[in-house]
């Protein structure tokens, strides 16, 4: 008598429909938050949906999406960085500081900026994994000595807290150029920053979606201890996801030195929340281990959306901070569904 043989239900090889595939994606709010957003203004507001409108909001949307995607990337795996709004001032405050007041080309200003963002960045995470404390609180007392010391050193040095001027500085014209300048699309400016956004964007989805370190980053955020149990170099992994937040941090700051040529002390003050907000409007979760790259990308248009198109239909500017309070929870709330629904899906 023989006996039929039975059929695996190993989940490594069953096989998953598109729409399943799609409803566990972590960019799935975003999306949908995505599209309301945009129908909703371009309904009202003919110059929200017009060329010169769209390069309009993406401007706010590049600027806050290469932080929002450095900081997807931090919260995947784990922890936040509450000193990378402040540190976008400290970098542009040095170039403009030391290529006006010390003779310093533009490009070894920027440069300097580079390596001071890269040992901060370092430091919170070799703090964060030494000492095992909270990266909340770490990032915490960063953000607050960076603040002391943008304002301090700014006064001491201008008598006032703002450095300016960097328009003579050599090398400028450049630079500028090429992180804070404009390339012509169908006779409409779109900023240089929005390429360097859509850059960093395929690029974090490439190491997320693509590479060992991806894996590394989505181990140590849903279960370190069980990542190092399978030799995972989980400190490793963290102080480069700190120094990556820093080296955003650093290019934001110098794009938006070169674009005003001055930067005041307490540029970048309060930025950090948005940064999340946008990482979590985008998928990622606070515990760590979910999210995307791309989410993050999307939750940074939603913002951009949102900031210009209350502008265009003349509304009261406070009411932004309701509705960003209101994506907020709304991001959330879907999160956790996705993510109760792919956690069933997978058992």
């Known amino acids: 008598m023989t006996v039929a043989p039975t059929v695996s239900s190993d989940e490594r090889i069953g096989r998953v429909g598109l729409a399943r595939r799609l409803l566990i994606r972590p960019e799935l709010g975003a999306v949908v938050g995505l599209i309301a957003v945009f129908v909703f203004f371009a309904a009202q507001s003919p110059v929200f949906r017009s060329p010169a409108g769209i390069a309009n909001w993406l401007d706010p949307a590049a600027t806050l999406g290469i932080m929002a995607v450095a900081i997807a990337l931090l919260m995947i795996g784990g922890e936040f960085d509450l000193s990378a709004g402040v540190l976008t001032g400290t970098t542009g405050l040095i170039l403009v500081t030391l290529a006006t007041r010390y003779g310093f080309d533009v490009w070894t200003a920027m440069l300097v900026g580079l390596v001071v963002a890269l040992v901060i960045g370092f430091a919170n995470g070799m703090i964060v994994t030494r000492t095992r404390l909270p990266s909340f609180i770490v990032t915490l007392g960063t953000f607050l000595m960076l603040q002391g010391i943008n304002l301090g050193v700014t006064k001491a040095l201008t008598g006032t807290v703002q450095v300016s001027g960097l328009r003579r500085a050599q090398g400028y014209e450049i630079a500028r150029t ?3 300048g404009t390339i012509e699309i169908g006779g409409t400016s779109f900023r240089v920053a929005i390429l360097w956004w859509v850059l960093i964007t395929a690029a974090a989805t490439w190491v997320l979606m693509r590479s060992r370190a991806g894996n590394w980053i989505f181990a140590v955020g849903g279960n370190e201890q069980a990542a190092r149990a399978v030799g995972v170099p989980a400190a490793r992994t963290k102080i480069a996801l700190f120094m990556t937040t820093a080296v955003a941090a650093w290019l934001v700051g110098s794009i938006l030195a070169l674009r005003y040529t001055s930067v005041q002390a307490n540029i970048g003050i309060g930025q950090e929340f948005i940064y999340i907000i946008a990482a979590v409007i985008g998928g990622c979760l606070l515990t760590g281990g979910y999210g995307s790259a791309i989410g993050a990308a999307i939750g940074a248009v ?6 210009k198109g209350i502008v265009f239909l003349g509304w009261d ?23 109760r629904y792919a956690e069933e899906v997978k058992h």
């Open 302 to 307: 939603i913002f951009g959306m949102a900031d």
């Open 178 to 180: 090429i992180f804070a």
């Open 317 to 339: 500017a406070d009411w932004f901070k309701f509705f960003l309070g209101a994506m907020l929870l709304l991001a959330t709330l879907a999160n956790r569904l996705v993510r």
